[in-house]
Structures are given as C-alpha cells and as structure tokens.
C-alpha cells in the first residue's frame, strides 16, 4: 500500500489533463479508441464550460504522478442523481487502492452536493466481471439490466448506490 | 382523423424550429422550464454541429403548421441502439394519430440507419400513465426501473422495442 502522505486528492482540471487522461484511459488496455476519445471529450468539456458542463473530475496525484481519476456529475433533470461517467488507474497504480479512494472520493462530493444516489454503468460481458466485482465492493448493486444494449450479447448492467444517509 | 394529403414528414432542421419546438414543449403544458430549455438545446446542438450532434429530428407538417417532433439518435458506443429523446404533438393536433405517426417515422428512420433497437425513458408518476401507455401501444416494453431516480417517488421506466426484425 501507498503511504498516505504521498497521496493528493485534486479537484481542479488543467489543459494538461487532456493528455493525462488520454494516457491513462489507454494504458489500461480496456478501452476501444471512439472510448477514449470520448474520456478526453468530457475533458474538453469541462475546460471550456467549468462547472457548468456538469462534468465534474476528480485526480488521484501520487508525488508528481496522476494515478487515477474519476468523472462524475448530476444527471440533468433530476432532484438528486450523479452518473459516476469515469474511473481509471494508471496500471502502474493499480492493486494499490487507488480506485477505492476515487470511489470514496466521489461518494464524499457527491454527498457534499446534495446527491442522493449514484449511477454507473458497465458492461454483462464476462470481460467486465471485475469491473462488477469493483463497484459490488464499493457499495453498488444492479438495479437493471438491459439486454443487447451495447451489441449483441453485450447487456448494459446500470448500478446504483445510496450515498449520503 | 387528418386527410393523408394534408401530411407531410420533415427530416431538415431549420433555425426557426428553435421556436417551433419550444412553442410545442411549452404549450403541451407537460414539461417544466428546464425540460423546456433542454427541447430547445437539441436543437441547438443539431444547428449547430449537423448530423454529427447524434440528434436526428423528425417533423410532421399539417399544411403550413407543425403539428409535431420526435428528437432521436444513435447511443455512443453502442453498435445499433438509439435513444429517442423527445416526442411532442402541439395539443391543437393531440388525438388525430400524430404521435403514432412520429413513433412509426422515427422506427423506419432508425431501421433504415441500421438500428436494431429504441429505447426511451418516462417517469414512473400516475401522471405519466398516458405516456406510457403512448409507448405501449407504440410497441415499447419496459424493460427497467430505476427507483427513485428523478426524484424520491419518482422512478425512472427504460422502454426498448427492437426493430428492423
């Protein structure tokens, strides 16, 4: 485990994450290409609207290095809802409960904001069992899902988790 | 019912639907100011990025009036599923099979695009039991509920209908 004091929790979201995020998105090897341009996207977003966007980040700095990060934000028309969009760890991070802290992170704003439940999506295909794995530990449960949404064979499983209470 | 001849379906998006569309949203007396401004941004985003926004709009004109819209397109990363985002008939031509019209509109343009399924979203809310209903007899199940996702007591219902089968 990292030790604590080498651990920074950044809000803020500089011209330079554009690439940062590109790099870490990539690196995990789990995402296509039209994914990871997508990751930048919201990036992009941000920089240009702020707060506005609705896009909101959150960076996980070990020393100089980013290790991770995570997108978030309210989901439009509703009282009290965030869609988690994002969360990656640099694999040179990984297994070094970088993506728990994100998680918790996250769930510490989103509480702070007024939110009441968050949202993430992820895949059925047996792929993503991990990626499941990861959010079941974090405190979220399959509320849906919805067959072939993705592709052929390829559900959309959409959990939720209670935050704030 | 409307004489077939005084029907005519439009796909291109002009500047001045801005306020066609706002116009039908407002005075459906169904939507809240936000959801409102949200109607209008479709559009917005249409004019101002063409096709590539992912918002595809379908008009049914009644001689010189718009009688009704749908909003539709293809989900990112998905490989044949679309949203539709919006349907609205002005409450001038409400109960003359419009909506049927623009549901069946929006299924051929989304079969024709290669999609392979429609979803949409509506809330939960007795009032709402119309707009369901709509969806139903549309050919949409629901396929999830979301508790409590606009609000507390106000669950989000996930309609899909496959088409080009």
Redesign the interface.
Known sequence: MLKLHQITLRDEVFVSDREVVRSIVERTGFF?P??VG?AVELVDERLSRGATSGYHFVFVEVGNAVAGYACYGP???????YDLYWIAVDPRFQRQGIGRLLNEAVESRVAAGGG??I?VDTSGRPQYAPTRAFYEHGGFRC??????????G?DRM?Y?KAVGR
Chains 1, 2 share one sequence.
Do not use: G, K, N, P
């Open positions: 296509r039209d994914e997508i989901i439009a028309c509703t009282s009290a809802s009441e439940r949202y509320e849906a899902r919805l067959a072939d949404f993705y592709a052929a390829d959409i939720v």
